[in-house]
Nanobody, 125 residues
Framework: QVQLVESGGGLVQAGGSLRLSCAAS????????MGWFRQAPGKEREFVAT????????RYADSVKGRFTISRDNAKNTMYLQIDSLKPEDTAVYSC??????????????????WGQGTQVTVSS
């Protein structure tokens, strides 16, 4: 059973930066494409970014392109989300997710098998 644990969230002023981490255990991390999603208060969970098994291919939601960077370190079983130029509308619970092995990155949450509990990011104006 794959377990995912996010960390790195917090309260930050607009224009600031955060780096979120997603630590994986219980499976072979390098076999799974990964993704980040977020859910703002009163809204549905939405796609943020996805990364392939090797890390060579990434894809972003239009709303975060140029500000967010997804990456992974397969030796550390950890995925990251670098968030720069934060805006109040980035306030949300950010969750990482893993696809079943040997599949590519995906933008739909229904494509993901395992989920973390989420980490809160709050951006003040």
């Amino acid at each position: 059973q794959v377990q995912l644990v996010e960390s790195g969230g917090g309260l930050v002023q607009a224009g600031g930066s955060l780096r979120l981490s997603c630590a994986a255990s219980g499976g072979t991390f390098s076999n799974s494409a990964m993704g980040w999603f977020r859910q703002a208060p009163g809204k549905e969970r939405e796609f943020v970014a996805t990364i392939s098994r090797s890390g060579s291919t990434t894809r972003y939601a239009d709303s975060v392109k140029g500000r967010f960077t997804i990456s992974r370190d397969n030796a550390k079983n950890t995925m990251y989300l670098q968030i720069d130029s934060l805006k109040p509308e980035d306030t949300a619970v950010y969750s990482c997710a893993a696809r079943r092995p040997y599949t590519g990155g995906a933008t739909s949450q229904s494509e993901y098998e395992y989920w973390g509990q989420g980490t809160q990011v709050t951006v003040s104006s």
